[in-house]
């Protein structure tokens, strides 16, 4: 299984909206509604920001937003804020019920 | 609250083995999947499998199959990752995480990392 495809670096100014590509095939983001979207900071655990394609766990801003069209899912950050720096990483369910990374995405807020 | 805690830190030579444990709390641990997922340095993410702590059934990415070992005890709510053979580009730090009720994706819950050094 390949990893999904994202850019690997974004980034924006205060404010803006950010959205950051995750490109798979049918065998896992196309098939599927189980799409889900982590940040990182560094020397931290992985935060879950998004599931099953565009729903945010409690506690999780609002600026977030996740959807999906074909074999590409996207997340959004709108309102950007010096906290948002950081990485994140979409991961897909398969058709051979195991799960998919993507590279990952570095986040610079300018 | 849900806590999944995870063993200490390990530094292994090449060729041994090393097992990771999770203890998880706060929830119906047979409830939930748990994935394991390792973090080489500077490196992305990398899914390494799931077990169902309800069947203890398991699956692995393709590259860990026969090589990764995931069981659980569900009497003390623990799940364990076990790598064998292990070489220096197994160096990362190990994840547990929990899943959904089926086999989706690692959702909202992580152990605190378990680093793995692997060093003769």
């Known amino acids: 299984q390949s990893a999904l495809t994202q850019p690997a670096s974004v980034s924006g100014s205060p404010g803006q909206s950010i959205t950051i590509s995750c490109t798979g095939t049918t065998s896992d983001v196309g098939g599927y509604n189980y799409v889900s979207w982590y940040q990182q900071h560094p020397g931290k655990a992985p935060k879950l920001m998004i599931y099953?394609?565009?729903n945010r766990p409690s506690g999780v801003s609002d600026r977030f937003s996740g959807s999906k069209s074909g074999n590409t899912a996207s997340l959004t950050i709108s309102g950007l804020q010096a906290e948002d720096e950081a990485d994140y990483y979409c991961?897909?369910?398969?058709?051979?019920?195991?799960?998919?990374f993507g590279g990952g995405t570095k986040l610079t807020v300018l | 609250q849900v806590q999944l805690v995870q063993s200490g830190a390990e530094v292994k030579k090449p060729g041994a083995s090393v097992k990771v444990s999770c203890k998880a709390s706060?929830?119906?641990?047979?409830?939930?999947?748990m994935h394991w997922v390792r973090q080489a340095p500077g490196q992305g993410l990398e899914w390494m499998g799931w077990?169902?702590?309800?069947?203890?059934?398991?699956n692995s990415a393709r590259k860990f199959q026969g090589w990764v070992t995931l069981t659980r005890d569900t009497s003390i709510s623990t799940a364990y990752m076990e790598l064998k053979r292990l070489r220096s580009d197994d160096t990362a730090v190990y994840y547990c995480a929990r899943g959904g009720v089926g086999a989706t994706t690692p959702r909202d819950y992580w152990g605190q990392g378990t680093l793995v050094t692997v060093s003769s």
């Open positions: 077990i169902n702590p309800n069947s203890g059934g398991t």
């Open positions: 991961s897909s369910y398969t058709s051979s019920s195991s799960v998919v």
């Open positions: 706060g929830y119906t641990f047979t409830g939930y999947y």
């Open positions: 099953e394609v565009s």
